[in-house]
């Protein structure tokens, strides 16, 4: 309780006075924030308050609204998991009818009833596009890291193409951050797209533009720009400073540069009419009769030796630095490439259906100079396919996203190769058989014996060529001759030559050398077979062997231009996903193709797999982010019970303490009343 203490009774009335009315306004003050703590509910509505303790509410009042925060997204998270599920789970049923259905067909299917379901199969690809593309609070739930456009396109001429890119779109979800909202299409359809490696090493030349971070360097551990020294017959030593250059043409400059101030101070002459420049993978200097120019790198650099200047001391018959093997880039010069010819001209690109029709498209490649150049021709003029540099910096690989067409590249007969020389072409001679016919390979007849338990070639035979006067030779294939495109080649020229000065049908002339060869078209991709005789090639299966089906040697068509009869092409660029299988399956029963249906019978089984594994990968998810709700609302709980144990009011203490306070500022009214009311004559009298 405030009252006036005794040592001060004796003190002027204006002293007694200030003391009084600081009491009262203490008190007043106390009973003030005992009031508002009682109506506000909180025992503290200022920092002044409790510094201490309103710091930890702060933090506290922080945590809340970011925890606020990332409850809603991990809410709209699970929304969209939990929405992801339907598509799936709809795709799945609808891939399980397809199996069943090619299943089906496989033991009691009839070309009729099989063309019927033919439709049923092109209305399940509708769906299936359909579910691609579902999307859900402006997200498409397949749409991988760009979920905003829809994921799967149906082009003019029915193939399917998947435009999205990246695994899956991450939200700011806290502890759960790494969580993807949304699938990349190969989690539930399969492959997005099938990429065809180029097949030569372009070897790109030195450039000046070349950077130097393209650059292998000569000892195969990259070019680090720093300090040079060289001398020139065993005189003084020279630097030059290379740092910040970023080129291989500012390399050459500075050196020019040097070796001139070094003729300069030293009255010599170091450099003849070519100067320094590049040739193939190397720096050149022109070092005049009779000198020898030398780098070397100070005892903690390696630039010249990176730059191959030091391996070899530069003289008129050395001018030759060694190789710094750049790679290939965007930015290469076609100029600087090896065994490429300027200027190319069109390469086919060729959209195939499965039943050997297709589209195809011609680019012009004429005005092209950079590696950059001809990505653009060719991926404006066909879309659908891209254009790589592989990942080692060598060459060229060609990629389709085109689902139900095999992509082709080709060179147009008459023309100059380009595909060929580019390493573009998807028929060569190391092309593997095994990605013939969609993957599926070539199957040929192979181990058969007679009753003795010997090996019987009439019974291993695949296939017979019949020349156009009629002579005949017949071919065995074997599982070492199936390797790629060269060995089955390799074999069908030798089986042509061991029987030569023979023939089976003796109304026919011997086969002789030179009637026939093997080899791959110089114009449409497919196995090119040639002869000097007058008349039609014809190729007829043997022993039920699929090898010349599968190599498409039963369609050859006569190209004018060579006098080739060339196969069709069962080689090229494929994407494997579910909408590739649908349109197999889909064209196999349109056609009656039983191998066709199990084919694609194989590859809807993988799919189903895989949906399964996309299905559990999504309730996995949904199951973390349920998990760390839980975990953010017990956290949350535990947060507000420390906050209301420092913030709210205590409303017993609060009462009985503004009880105390009222009767302390009545009692500290009655003693200013009695204080005030004295003067110096009641002390005195």
Request: net charge negative; glycine share 10%.
């Amino acid at each position: 309780m405030s009252m006036i203490p005794s040592n001060l009774a004796r003190v002027p009335s204006f002293l007694a006075s200030r003391i009084a009315l600081g009491s009262l306004g203490r008190t007043n003050s106390a009973l003030l924030n005992t009031q508002t703590s009682l109506s506000s509910g909180r025992s503290i509505n200022r920092a002044s308050d409790d510094p201490i303790r309103a710091s930890s509410i702060l933090s506290l009042n922080d945590r809340a609204h970011r925890t606020n925060l990332h409850r809603q997204n991990l809410s709209f998270a699970q929304n969209i998991l939990d929405t992801l599920e339907s598509p799936l789970a709809n795709t799945q049923t609808l891939v399980n009818e397809m199996y069943n259905l090619a299943s089906g067909e496989l033991t009691l299917g009839e070309p009729g009833e099989r063309q019927a379901m033919a439709a049923t199969v092109e209305s399940a690809i509708r769906t299936l596009l359909d579910n691609a593309n579902f999307s859900s609070q402006g997200l498409y739930l397949l749409g991988g890291s760009t979920p905003t456009s829809p994921p799967v396109t149906r082009t003019s001429d029915g193939a399917y193409r998947y435009t999205a890119r990246g695994s899956g779109l991450l939200s700011d979800l806290g502890i759960a951050d790494q969580i993807p909202l949304t699938l990349g299409g190969d989690t539930a359809l399969g492959e997005t797209s099938a990429r065809q490696r180029g097949t030569l090493d372009l070897n790109p030349a030195l450039t000046a533009t070349t950077r130097l971070s393209d650059l292998r360097g000569a000892r195969g551990l990259g070019v680090t720009p720093g300090a040079v020294q060289f001398n020139f017959n065993g005189g003084p030593a020279a630097t030059v400073d290379l740092t910040g250059a970023t080129t291989v043409g500012e390399v050459n400059t500075r050196l020019a540069a040097a070796i001139a101030q070094y003729e300069t101070d030293n009255s010599v002459t170091i450099l003849g009419p070519f100067g320094v420049d590049t040739l193939g993978e190397s720096i050149n200097i022109d070092v005049v009769a009779g000198g020898t120019l030398t780098f070397f790198d100070a005892a903690t650099g390696s630039t010249a030796a990176d730059l191959g200047l030091s391996q070899a001391a530069f003289t008129p018959v050395n001018a030759n630095g060694a190789a710094t093997d750049p790679r290939l880039t965007l930015d290469s010069p076609l100029t600087a490439l090896s065994g490429v010819n300027l200027p190319l001209d069109s390469i086919r690109i060729r959209f195939r259906r499965n039943d050997g029709t297709g589209t195809s498209v011609d680019v012009d490649l004429s005005a092209v100079n950079t590696i950059d150049d001809l990505r653009n021709a060719i991926e404006v003029s066909a879309p659908g396919v891209r254009v790589e540099i592989n990942s080692a910096g060598t060459g060229l690989d060609i990629t389709s996203e085109l689902a139900g067409r095999t992509v082709s590249v080709e060179d147009i007969a008459g023309g100059f190769s380009s595909a060929q020389q580019l390493g573009i072409r998807t028929f060569a001679s190391d092309t593997p058989i095994s990605v013939f016919n969609n993957g599926r390979g070539v199957e040929i007849v192979d181990g058969k014996t007679d009753q003795s338990g010997a090996y019987d070639r009439d019974l291993n035979t695949d296939f017979r060529v019949t020349l156009g006067n009629g002579q005949h030779f017949d071919v065995d294939l074997r599982p070492q001759d199936m390797t790629d495109v060269s060995t089955l080649l390799a074999r069908i020229n030798a089986e042509f030559a061991s029987q030569l000065g023979t023939q089976p049908n003796p109304a026919f002339p011997v086969l002789a050398a030179g009637q026939f060869d093997a080899r791959i078209s110089a114009g449409p991709n497919g196995i090119a077979l040639f002869s000097s005789l007058a008349g039609p090639i014809e190729v007829d299966t043997l022993n039920n062997s699929g090898a010349a089906e599968h190599l498409g040697l039963k369609t050859l068509t006569l190209e004018t231009a060579t006098g080739e009869y060339v196969a069709q092409d069962r080689a090229g660029v494929r994407v494997n996903n579910l909408f590739t299988n649908l349109v197999d399956l889909r064209d196999a029963l349109l056609r009656n193709d039983t191998s066709g249906i199990q084919f694609a019978a194989q590859g809807l089984r993988a799919a189903q797999d895989r949906l399964t594994s996309a299905q559990a990968i999504v309730g996995s998810r949904s199951q973390r982010l349920s998990q760390h709700l839980e975990r953010l609302e017990d956290n949350d709980v535990l947060d507000k019970k420390i906050l209301s144990s420092l913030q709210d009011t205590d409303f017993a203490e609060a009462s009985v303490k503004l009880s105390s306070l009222s009767l302390q500022l009545q009692a500290t009214l009655q003693s200013i009343g009695a204080v005030q009311g004295r003067t110096l004559f009641d002390f005195l009298s």
